[in-house]
């Protein structure tokens, strides 16, 4: 995205177009994760990410090919391909983590995920400057395409069985669970047909709607402090400002990676998952460091503040990501689809808001307002799962149908475990 950025506005001559050519990205990302479930209903989620990967790697080449005179159709093309397709990988990947390496393991293998890509975040952002500088826009796209094409040889390898397809409306814990299975699965047939079945997934788990919209506003505030920190660098050193953002982002990947090995390792001596808890507090955590990070403390705390924050980051994403993975199959990649929709749709919001007002107010202003609307949400969401809680400890703790709709194993739904985080229905 560098070296796209750059030679968007070299090619144009103008600064809005790397704003327009972002915002198609993001509208692009927006519709594909509309129709992400749909497109997982059909095809197994091992063909979707493997000719995704594909249309980017060739979407690539026709950049690196084209004539001048049609480099900017060819732009147009690649911001509409990265940002749908991008979406659909994502959604697919998530949604079939639970088939490759099983329900139980599902917490270790996002913790595994998200350490690969913040890893590869920070070797991107490192390289880009040096690839561009050095030998040219061209080879940049080049390494771009191979890294679509190797993507798409290991998706091809990956050990998908039911390929994240939804072959079933009930979870495979269920088994012949008799009258009350099939009165379940014909009340959730109706509810299909009275409204789209990405929203019948965050009808199947009481407060899992809060929760997509928790990440929707989190978005928000990320575009917040993505747009204010070239800002707030240059105020801080106008002759060197890439230097303040490169180390922030830096250390944000280092807390981030950090806070995964300490989840991985949490998870494996306890048995236990961070669970919708994790997700809530991780937020306000996340939010308040990065409001923080604005407050014009010395450099030495501003660093320790971005690696809180990464951390805070890698708990949120790591716990959201495994929340809705417990809901059943057929369900989880409309859920996945609406809350990429859902974090489009507030980022790409975000970023016009907030480089309107960046002209008004000072960095510090424009991200308080945004993470701290953020952190309303996530007291509220809070306060849901712990009113869930105790509605479910007044219900029998584990009742009968405690994991229908959103439970994928029994053993998601074992209290000593720890999973039983807001996801799963009161029993009764």
């Not at 070299?10 to 692009?28: H, I, N």
């Not at 690839?131 to 798409?152: E, K, N, Q, R």
């Not at 609307?373 to 869930?388: D, E, K, N, P, T």
């Amino acid at each position: 995205m560098v070296a796209l950025n750059l030679f968007v506005y070299e090619t144009t001559g103008r600064a809005v177009a790397m704003g327009l050519f972002m915002a198609v990205r993001l509208g692009s990302g927006f519709v594909a994760g509309l129709t992400a479930g749909t497109l997982l209903a059909r095809f197994t989620a091992k063909t979707v990410m493997l000719w995704t990967n594909v249309a980017q790697a060739a979407v690539m080449l026709l950049l690196v090919l084209a004539p001048d005179g049609l480099r900017t159709g060819a732009l147009v093309a690649v911001s509409v391909v990265v940002g749908s397709c991008g979406t659909l990988f994502m959604v697919s990947l998530r949604s079939s983590i639970p088939e490759m390496v099983g329900a139980d393991r599902r917490g270790w293998a996002n913790s595994l995920s998200i350490t690969g890509r913040s890893l590869a975040m920070v070797a991107g952002f490192a390289s880009a400057g040096v690839v561009v500088s050095l030998v040219g826009y061209t080879a940049a796209f080049v390494v771009d395409m191979a890294t679509f094409v190797i993507c798409a040889v290991t998706v091809a390898l990956l050990p998908i069985a039911g390929g994240g397809r939804g072959k079933s409306a009930r979870p495979d814990s269920e088994g012949d669970s008799g009258g009350r299975a099939e009165q379940g699965a014909a009340a959730a047939e109706k509810a299909r047909r009275r409204m789209p079945v990405a929203f019948v997934a965050l009808a199947a788990a009481p407060g899992l709607g809060l929760m997509v919209a928790l990440r929707g506003v989190d978005a928000f505030g990320s575009s917040s402090h993505n747009a204010a920190l070239p800002v707030y660098s240059t105020e801080l050193d106008a002759s060197r400002p890439a230097v303040f953002v490169s180390a922030f982002w830096c250390l944000w990947a280092l807390g981030n990676v950090v806070a995964q090995q300490v989840i991985q390792r949490y998870a494996k001596r306890t048995g236990r998952s961070v669970g919708a808890l994790g997700f809530g507090y991780g937020t306000i955590v996340m939010s308040g460091a990065f409001i923080l990070a604005f407050a014009g403390f010395p450099l030495v705390a501003t660093g320790v503040i971005a690696l809180v924050a990464g951390a805070a980051d890698g708990l949120t994403e790591v716990s959201y990501t495994s929340h809705l993975q417990t809901l059943s199959t057929d369900l989880r990649g409309h859920a996945f689809g609406l809350s990429a929709t859902f974090e489009n749709l507030g980022f790409g919001v975000g970023m016009i808001l907030v480089a309107a007002a960046l002209d008004r107010y000072s960095p510090l202003t424009v991200v308080g307002w945004s993470h701290g609307a953020a952190m309303v949400v996530a007291v509220a969401f809070l306060l849901r799962v712990a009113g869930l809680r105790r509605g479910e400890r007044r219900g029998g703790g584990d009742g009968e149908g405690a994991g229908s709709g959103a439970g994928s194993g029994a053993g998601e739904r074992e209290p000593h475990r720890g999973d039983r985080d807001g996801a799963e229905v009161p029993g009764g």
